[in-house]
């Protein structure tokens, strides 16, 4: 392989200060995107489709059109497939340099040509500042871009010995027949990373994005035209889920479903599947990422500050709509005071507003129906005696849907709002004692089906030893000394188990590796020309 294939470098995140060109392009950018509606249509064989339209509005001011997107029906999820399958006999048989000069060349034009137009995207259509969108829809996706063919690469390296006479290898094929990816609204890099994971490795996908990620995912799909992604390999189509999945999951040459969004869908999706494996030409892979119920666990010998800061960032950046972040904490009685108080103050300093003033740390939720769910637990604890009230707990829609970080105190550590996924600005706390520690992480290993992020603070290293011990299967991706969020590729694989996923690692090998079907070749350079062996002699 070539220099070009050598080890990426994580891309820059910018940091957009008063002053800076950056910031300048940006509210170009931004201006822009409010100035001209755009059409969101599904793309399918190399053709985009019309359908039922519906309008697209920002989170933070749902009365303002930005554009207006058309939903297909079951005629263009069978379309779809059949592009898929078209374009597989040609795209498996690229090599792979060839498909990884398209996802590179993406990488490339995503930083630079359009990093500005995908940002005010990501910032307008999923409500976030320009730190949270910088973070997703540039660098992480870049960086999956880039680093997902490193890996390919070295995956395909690894091949068999070969003994004198014999010639050993190993065919890294792509599955046979299409990948399904279904993305979700909250990070645009999930939605950009799921379906071309698969493509890179010569599977063709049909690839349907969150409707209230389609903003952003045009965008995506745009890029990757101009990097030269032939077509039919990814087709991507707006349409609800229950028409997507009724078509695709009763197809036989579904081979793979590559899924991040609620642990109750995917449980759904996965019967469907296991209810029609007589009719799939092979067992198909199931790669997926679901909830969490993310914990932070501090023992006496951490620091009140630093862990006030973990906890606010942990629980309400992107107003707490991460898989990953911060919903339950457990505090020792010794710093829970001063640990809370400071929360509370770092609360009351927010600025809430939409995306464009740059001076607001928190944004809108996503849409009504979340808005609804996260407006119910707030309530619940609100009325509930064992739950006391520390900070928030109001909301306002009448412009958009913005809700004020919350704060919960609760006596009860089984109490729903320590149990639940809230995927909300919501944080429960709980206080133990201190002596009671090692009885504390017990308590957070058992209490929540999920297993996918968590926090341990502490300064004494054997109680961070104990710790890590204790709550080994709590979580996929444990942070020391840190908050629970901000995985970065090629430096924390990401991916959880228990009820929050299958654990295959985005950002890394071990997912990559899931959307091959290796077959091993040996060739015989001397073959026998005797049939009898020496003992027979």
Known sequence: ??????????????????????????????????????????????QFWGGEPFPLTPPHRKKQVIGTAYRVDTKGVEAAIQAALRAHEEWRRWSFEKRAEIFLKAAELLSQKYRYQANAACMIGQSKNIFQSEIDIIAELADFWRFNVHYAEWIQRWQPHSPKGTLNRLDYRPLEGFVLAITPFNFASIAGNLPTAPALMGNVVVWKPAETQLYSARVILEILLEAGLPEGVINMVVAQGPTVSEVALAHPAFAGLHFTGSTSTLNLLWRRIGENLSIYLNYPRVVA????????????????????????RGAYEYQGQKCS??????????????????????????????????GNFINAVIDKKAFDKIVSYIELGKSDPVISLLAGGTYDESEGYFIQPTLFLTQDPHHRLMEEEIFGPVLTVYIYPDEAWEDSLQLVDTTSPYGLTGAIWAQDRKVIEKAIDALRYAAGNIYINDKPTGAVVNQQPFGGARASGTNDKAGSPWNLIRWVSPRAIKENLLPPMDYRYPFMG
């Not at 995140?13 to 755009?38: F, H, N, Q, T």
């Not at 972040?325 to 770092?346: C, D, F, G, K, W």
């Open 1 to 46: 392989m070539g220099e070009w294939m050598s080890l990426p470098q994580n891309e820059p995140v910018l940091s957009y200060a008063p002053g800076s060109l950056e910031r300048s392009d940006l509210e170009a950018a931004l201006k822009e995107a409010y100035e001209r509606p755009v059409e969101v249509r599904s793309y399918i064989g190399g």
């Open 289 to 312: 990422e679901t909830g969490g119920k993310d914990f932070v666990w501090v023992h006496r010998t951490a620091d009140p500050q630093q862990v006030a800061v973990a906890l606010v």
């Open 325 to 358: 972040a911060a919903s339950r904490a457990y505090l020792p009685q010794s710093l829970a005071n001063e640990t809370l108080h400071r929360v509370i103050s770092m609360i009351q300093d927010f600025r809430i507003g939409p995306p464009e003033d740059l």
